[in-house]
Nanobody, 115 residues
Framework: QVHIVESGGGLVQPGGSLRLSCVTS????????MGWYRQAPGKQREWVAT???????NYADSVKGRFTISRDNAKNTLYLQMSSLKPEDTAVYYC?????????WGQGTQVTVSS
């Protein structure tokens, strides 16, 4: 079992920035892939970004060029740096870890982009 805790959400104005963090209970080096997802009110959860074990990253078109996923293996922490935020980025952001066939989710952190 991998326990995940996200943090860093909040209220930010359009054009602003936030950095989300995701701390895992297990060494990230033992995790095959990690990613960020988001779910806006009334919508399905959607994929945002992924980083796999040897560092390759991938992004949804809607966030490419604005968001950056990274990790600190020493701190067992995954990050999502979000810049040029838009109101449509408002959602609960979830961190997911994949180890073998098992997928583990955090509880989510709310991001609200509004003036």
């Amino acid at each position: 079992q991998v326990h995940i805790v996200e943090s860093g959400g909040g209220l930010v104005q359009p054009g602003g920035s936030l950095r989300l963090s995701c701390v895992t209970s297990e060494s990230i080096s033992n995790i095959n892939a990690m990613g960020w997802y988001r779910q806006a009110p009334g919508k399905q959860r959607e994929w945002v970004a992924t980083i796999i074990s040897f560092g390759l990253t991938n992004y949804a078109d809607s966030v490419k060029g604005r968001f950056t996923i990274s990790r600190d293996n020493a701190k067992n922490t995954l990050y999502l740096q979000m810049s040029s935020l838009k109101p449509e980025d408002t959602a609960v952001y979830y961190c997911k870890a994949v180890r073998g066939r098992n997928h583990y989710w955090g509880q989510g952190t709310q991001v609200t982009v509004s003036s």
